[in-house]
């Protein structure tokens, strides 16, 4: 759940920050419900402050009268306070850790299925980076003698939320209710490398149903395991420049699910990811401060109750990216099992920054520092305040990043996507998805309630091409394909579809692709893989009618917000539709972390919140495989749909014309890859067969032929049965996550600009072109690169290719690159279409 308090630090008390009533419209935190009645005294006493809040506020003479009464009230009262305070537990329970004793603070929740946790808040992992300090690796933290109190949060990372936001890219809780997030960040410092522990206790009620085959009837049933807890640790986005741990409460999530949740800060834009390339400023110091905060864990997290050998990594948007990033990282080797990415993938055009010392110049020389030697450069950004730094409004280009994550050769050695496709990675245990309407952001002010209209469609594709793809010839034939693809033939003048298919192509390129391509490239190096798509948001004031599950609005239920009441950021309107959908959604996050499959050990029975029947309690989550694909469709009816998928993937080996059949006799010439990526082996030479043209003369419109009852799911692919260049052409149907259920059919005066068994996106004249990366140009391995030892996973039927990671120069960066679509079965659709 997330935190509705701010990070003024006379307003906190015992770790909690309370919120003006006026916030919200009067809604208040879980935690702010549980507490508002209570009032801390001098001597540690906790009693009803409706009672004595008129006392309190007494001025002259009754002041020390009234000072009196309460220090006697707390003298009398103190056993049955401290009890009603904390049953079965002390209201500050210390634990020791490696650095120091920690005093932590005991928080009930607004919920009776709910047990107590224990919070340890403002916990340092690190030494502060400030200084000399500054665009350096962390360092571990000092120790302290006496008991250091961990009842506050402690100060967020330096950022700018009041500046110009990457809001298409930002959740859209976080965007539209920005006054009510805005003070989380009031108190900031370089010193914000702490993190947040949240331990649940085991004095809760938590139980369930189960048969009683002796009395014939149900009986309670403890679900809570003894042992060792497993861990999460949370990892926030924001585009890796705004965000905090501390908004994220973990207390329902660590009580329901039994499990240690940790929330952290790390460094954000310009002092987390600021790189000039080289050994002056080599960047991904936000990515070794998450590093920073496992190491830790392993080293501490015992003390709490937890297992250091079950670890899992979770985070949303940026911090999903980061997930993979980490699962790609030597650096992070055997510091955590599981690995969960909610919409976030390291090879999104946003994940990683390929012209870091470009920003870094444009910072420079905003802050009138010199351009002249790198090292100099640096000095000269660690002598500004943080305030001055955080305060430049770099702005990128449109669906990329100034500072984030670079290919640096140490922390990052490669393209994310190479790495994944040679299997430069370990055997985590991976759960990912993506929500239904991820790019919201994207059409939410195109056109207003009315839908788009066809001048707005056309502008807003060309936007889209004008910004991803660096080339310029083609571009016309590109636009028109793309409107081709995201049209609705059977309905092309409904302006509400029209919004509805953009929506479509920007969810389907930042997001659902780049996590197929992902899910698929882990799943063929036999990595258990479980994908999700997520298809439901809470009733929230100013949500269009019209919009799906957008960007985080899987959080809520993630944390589980429901089970206790709105709050400032989420200002739903929960139903027992959405308790149960929470508590459905952690008992498959909180089973992945303890077991590595998302249906095991606990069931899916949530009985004990109401009666109303659990349809999840029959559905079995299988894993995803690049043959199958199957992922769970999670919502109000939830399903595992027909295995099918899209994906934009790099190509250049094109034909002559894009306007005809591929020439000559046999299969269309193979995709080239990368050098640097690892080949499967060539398929089995096919028999010949007689050509067919694509439009014979007694073939019906396409738009005539029935729809397949059993595809149901959107997806830019030709139908599987059909994926031969010798057959006649069939219509398209969109057919992948997120279910849009759209029927887009090749219209018949179309020009066949797309030809069987490829769907092109470059035109002939470019098809030279050097090899293309995935999303953008790269630099090359950095000088610095060193060969480092690595586990590979096996697998079969590649041939083995060595990778140059010792090159001393940079490759010449290639342009930009559309994707296209790859029918599935096709041989040429494997390891990410890379």
């Given at each position: 759940?997330?935190?509705?308090?701010?990070?003024?630090?006379?307003?906190?008390?015992?770790?909690?920050?309370?919120?003006?009533?006026?916030?919200?419209?009067?809604?208040?935190?879980?935690?702010?419900?549980?507490?508002?009645?209570?009032?801390?005294?001098?001597?540690?006493?906790?009693?009803?402050?409706?009672?004595?809040?008129?006392?309190?506020?007494?001025?002259?003479?009754?002041?020390?009268?009234?000072?009196?009464?309460?220090?006697?009230?707390?003298?009398?009262?103190?056993?049955?306070?401290?009890?009603?305070?904390?049953?079965?537990?002390?209201?500050?329970?210390?634990?020791?850790?490696?650095?120091?004793?920690?005093?932590?603070?005991?928080?009930?929740?607004?919920?009776?299925?709910?047990?107590?946790?224990?919070?340890?808040?403002?916990?340092?992992?690190?030494?502060?980076?400030?200084?000399?300090?500054?665009?350096?690796?962390?360092?571990?933290?000092?120790?302290?003698?006496?008991?250091?109190?961990?009842?506050?949060?402690?100060?967020?990372?330096?950022?700018?939320?009041?500046?110009?936001?990457?809001?298409?890219?930002?959740p859209v809780w976080f965007t539209d209710n920005l006054?009510?997030?805005?003070?989380?960040?009031?108190?900031?410092?370089?010193?914000?490398?702490?993190?947040?522990?949240?331990?649940?206790?085991?004095?809760?009620?938590?139980?369930?149903?189960?048969?009683?085959?002796?009395?014939?009837?149900?009986?309670?049933?403890?679900?809570?395991?003894?042992?060792?807890?497993?861990?999460?640790?949370?990892?926030?986005?924001?585009?890796?420049?705004?965000?905090?741990?501390?908004?994220?409460?973990?207390?329902?999530?660590?009580?329901?699910?039994?499990?240690?949740?940790?929330?952290?800060?790390?460094?954000?834009?310009?002092?987390?990811?600021?790189?000039?390339?080289?050994?002056?400023?080599?960047?991904?110091?936000?990515?070794?401060?998450?590093?920073?905060?496992?190491?830790?864990?392993?080293?501490?997290?015992?003390?709490?109750?937890?297992?250091?050998?079950?670890?899992?990594?979770?985070?949303?948007?940026?911090?999903?990216?980061?997930?993979?990033?980490?699962?790609?990282?030597?650096?992070?080797?055997?510091?955590?099992?599981?690995?969960?990415?909610?919409?976030?993938?390291?090879?999104?055009?946003?994940?990683?920054?390929?012209?870091?010392?470009?920003?870094?110049?444009?910072?420079?020389?905003?802050?009138?520092?010199?351009?002249?030697?790198?090292?100099?450069?640096?000095?000269?950004?660690?002598?500004?305040?943080?305030?001055?730094?955080?305060?430049?409004?770099?702005?990128?280009?449109?669906?990329?990043?100034?500072?984030?994550?670079?290919?640096?050769?140490?922390?990052?050695?490669?393209?994310?996507?190479?790495?994944?496709?040679?299997?430069?990675?370990?055997?985590?245990?991976?759960?990912?998805?993506?929500?239904?309407?991820?790019?919201?952001?994207?059409?939410?002010?195109?056109?207003?309630?009315?839908?788009?209209?066809?001048?707005?469609?056309?502008?807003?594709?060309?936007?889209?091409?004008?910004?991803?793809?660096?080339?310029?010839?083609?571009?016309?034939?590109?636009?028109?394909?793309?409107?081709?693809?995201?049209?609705?033939?059977?309905?092309?003048?409904?302006?509400?579809?029209?919004?509805?298919?953009?929506?479509?192509?920007?969810?389907?390129?930042?997001?659902?692709?780049?996590?197929?391509?992902?899910?698929?490239?882990?799943?063929?190096?036999?990595?258990?893989?479980?994908?999700?798509?997520?298809?439901?948001?809470?009733?929230?004031?100013?949500?269009?009618?019209?919009?799906?599950?957008?960007?985080?609005?899987?959080?809520?239920?993630?944390?589980?917000?429901?089970?206790?009441?709105?709050?400032?950021?989420?200002?739903?309107?929960?139903?027992?539709?959405?308790?149960?959908?929470?508590?459905?959604?952690?008992?498959?996050?909180?089973?992945?972390?303890?077991?590595?499959?998302?249906?095991?050990?606990?069931?899916?029975?949530?009985?004990?919140?109401?009666?109303?029947?659990?349809?999840?309690?029959?559905?079995?989550?299988?894993?995803f495989s690049s043959k199958d694909k199957q992922y769970?469709?999670?919502?109000?009816?939830?399903?595992?749909?027909?295995?099918?998928?899209?994906?934009?993937?790099?190509?250049?080996?094109?034909?002559?014309?894009?306007?005809?059949?591929?020439?000559?006799?046999?299969?269309?010439?193979?995709?080239?890859?990368?050098?640097?990526?690892?080949?499967?082996?060539?398929?089995?030479?096919?028999?010949?067969?007689?050509?067919?043209?694509?439009?014979?003369?007694?073939?019906?419109?396409?738009?005539?032929?029935?729809?397949?009852?059993?595809?149901?799911?959107?997806?830019?692919?030709?139908?599987?049965?059909?994926?031969?260049?010798?057959?006649?052409?069939?219509?398209?149907?969109?057919?992948?996550?997120?279910?849009?259920?759209?029927?887009?059919?090749?219209?018949?005066?179309?020009?066949?600009?797309?030809?069987?068994?490829?769907?092109?996106?470059?035109?002939?004249?470019?098809?030279?072109?050097?090899?293309?990366?995935?999303?953008?140009?790269?630099?090359?391995?950095?000088?610095?690169?060193?060969?480092?030892?690595?586990?590979?996973?096996?697998?079969?039927?590649?041939?083995?290719?060595?990778?140059?990671?010792?090159?001393?120069?940079?490759?010449?960066?290639?342009?930009?690159?559309?994707?296209?679509?790859?029918?599935?079965?096709?041989?040429?659709?494997?390891?990410?279409?890379?």
């Amino acid at each position: 759940m997330l935190n509705t308090a701010t990070q003024s630090a006379n307003q906190e008390e015992a770790g909690y920050h309370p919120s003006s009533s006026s916030q919200s419209g009067g809604r208040r935190s879980p935690f702010e419900s549980a507490h508002r009645q209570e009032l801390t005294l001098l001597g540690g006493d906790v009693i009803g402050s409706a009672m004595l809040q008129p006392h309190v506020r007494g001025r002259g003479r009754w002041r020390l009268w009234n000072a009196c009464l309460l220090w006697l009230l707390g003298v009398v009262l103190r056993p049955v306070l401290t009890l009603t305070a904390a049953p079965g537990g002390p209201k500050h329970p210390t634990v020791s850790t490696n650095y120091g004793k920690l005093r932590g603070v005991w928080r009930e929740l607004a919920s009776e299925i709910l047990g107590p946790v224990e919070l340890y808040l403002g916990v340092p992992y690190a030494s502060p980076p400030v200084g000399e300090r500054r665009f350096q690796p962390p360092e571990a933290p000092g120790s302290w003698p006496e008991i250091r109190n961990a009842t506050r949060f402690a100060p967020v990372c330096p950022q700018n939320v009041h500046g110009v936001l990457p809001e298409i890219m930002l959740p859209v809780w976080f965007t539209d209710n920005l006054d009510a997030a805005a003070g989380y960040f009031q108190n900031q410092s370089e010193d914000c490398l702490y993190l947040n522990v949240y331990v649940p206790t085991e004095e809760g009620p938590l139980t369930k149903k189960s048969p009683d085959p002796a009395a014939n009837r149900p009986r309670e049933q403890d679900i809570r395991d003894r042992r060792k807890k497993p861990v999460m640790l949370f990892i926030h986005g924001g585009s890796y420049m705004e965000g905090t741990g501390n908004m994220f409460d973990a207390s329902v999530l660590a009580a329901y699910g039994n499990v240690i949740v940790v929330t952290i800060n790390y460094r954000l834009g310009v002092l987390g990811f600021l790189s000039t390339g080289d050994q002056s400023a080599k960047g991904n110091y936000g990515l070794l401060d998450q590093i920073q905060a496992l190491r830790w864990l392993n080293e501490n997290i015992a003390h709490f109750g937890g297992d250091p050998e079950r670890i899992t990594i979770f985070g949303s948007g940026a911090g999903a990216a980061c997930v993979n990033l980490l699962i790609l990282s030597h650096h992070s080797e055997g510091l955590f099992q599981r690995a969960i990415a909610q919409s976030g993938s390291a090879i999104s055009s946003w994940s990683v920054n390929y012209q870091p010392l470009k920003y870094t110049r444009n910072l420079a020389r905003k802050v009138g520092c010199s351009l002249g030697e790198p090292g100099e450069l640096v000095a000269c950004l660690r002598r500004k305040s943080f305030r001055e730094l955080v305060d430049q409004d770099i702005q990128p280009a449109r669906y990329h990043i100034a500072f984030g994550p670079v290919v640096d050769g140490d922390v990052l050695p490669d393209d994310p996507e190479i790495l994944m496709q040679q299997g430069e990675f370990l055997n985590y245990d991976i759960l990912m998805g993506v929500n239904q309407g991820e790019g919201l952001k994207f059409v939410d002010d195109s056109e207003g309630e009315d839908g788009i209209t066809p001048a707005s469609f056309d502008y807003t594709i060309s936007n889209f091409v004008d910004n991803l793809y660096g080339y310029t010839e083609g571009k016309d034939i590109l636009r028109e394909t793309i409107k081709f693809m995201y049209t609705d033939w059977a309905d092309r003048e409904n302006t509400d579809m029209r919004r509805k298919t953009l929506l479509a192509l920007f969810t389907d390129h930042q997001w659902v692709a780049p996590a197929v391509a992902t899910a698929k490239l882990h799943a063929e190096f036999q990595s258990p893989v479980y994908f999700y798509t997520f298809y439901h948001h809470c009733q929230m004031e100013g949500r269009p009618e019209w919009a799906d599950a957008a960007h985080g609005d899987e959080l809520p239920y993630v944390f589980g917000v429901p089970l206790v009441g709105a709050t400032d950021l989420f200002p739903c309107n929960f139903s027992k539709n959405d308790v149960m959908l929470s508590a459905v959604i952690m008992t498959y996050w909180t089973n992945f972390a303890k077991s590595g499959d998302p249906n095991q050990p606990v069931p899916q029975d949530t009985k004990f919140i109401h009666t109303k029947p659990n349809r999840f309690e029959e559905v079995i989550w299988t894993k995803f495989s690049s043959k199958d694909k199957q992922y769970l469709h999670i919502g109000l009816k939830p399903r595992v749909p027909l295995p099918k998928d899209c994906i934009f993937t790099p190509t250049h080996g094109l034909p002559n014309s894009t306007h005809a059949p591929w020439p000559g006799q046999g299969k269309p010439p193979r995709t080239t890859r990368h050098p640097f990526a690892t080949m499967p082996p060539d398929p089995e030479p096919e028999s010949e067969r007689p050509r067919f043209s694509p439009f014979p003369s007694d073939r019906g419109p396409a738009n005539d032929l029935p729809h397949a009852p059993e595809e149901e799911l959107m997806s830019l692919q030709l139908k599987r049965s059909e994926h031969d260049p010798h057959r006649d052409l069939e219509p398209l149907r969109p057919t992948c996550p997120p279910d849009y259920t759209l029927a887009l059919r090749r219209a018949p005066e179309d020009l066949p600009l797309i030809t069987p068994n490829t769907i092109t996106m470059i035109p002939s004249s470019i098809s030279g072109m050097q090899p293309l990366h995935v999303f953008n140009a790269y630099p090359g391995p950095a000088p610095h690169t060193r060969p480092r030892p690595r586990t590979r996973l096996p697998r079969p039927g590649l041939r083995p290719h060595t990778h140059p990671r010792t090159q001393q120069h940079p490759v010449p960066p290639p342009l930009h690159h559309p994707r296209i679509v790859e029918p599935l079965g096709s041989d040429r659709a494997g390891a990410g279409g890379g």
